[in-house]
């Protein structure tokens, strides 16, 4: 969810054993900002301009008990 719009978004993700409780998990997804809504910022009149896409990077690492 995002600016109030909602939608469902699939990232790949790599898991790896890390230790013998351990786990990581990888993965990335790009995005576009227009698809909710968002207008990329623009600043100093239009000298600097953002790219509609943005990348979601995850990293997580879990123990288990």
């Known amino acids: 969810?995002?600016?109030g719009q909602s939608k469902e978004c699939?990232?790949?993700i790599t898991a790896?054993?890390?230790g013998p409780n351990?786990?990581?998990f990888i993965g990335s997804k790009t995005?576009?900002?227009t698809d909710f809504c968002v207008t990329p910022p623009v600043a100093m009149m239009g000298m600097i301009k953002?790219?509609?896409a943005i990348t979601i990077h995850?990293?997580?690492d879990?123990?288990?008990d």
Do not use: E, H, Y
């Open 16 to 18: 790896k054993k890390s």
């Open 22 to 24: 351990q786990f990581r």
């Open 31 to 33: 995005l576009n900002m």
């Open 50 to 52: 953002v790219q509609d």
């Open 10 to 12: 699939w990232i790949n």
């Open 62 to 64: 879990v123990s288990v």
């Open 1 to 3: 969810s995002l600016n």
């Open 58 to 60: 995850l990293d997580l």
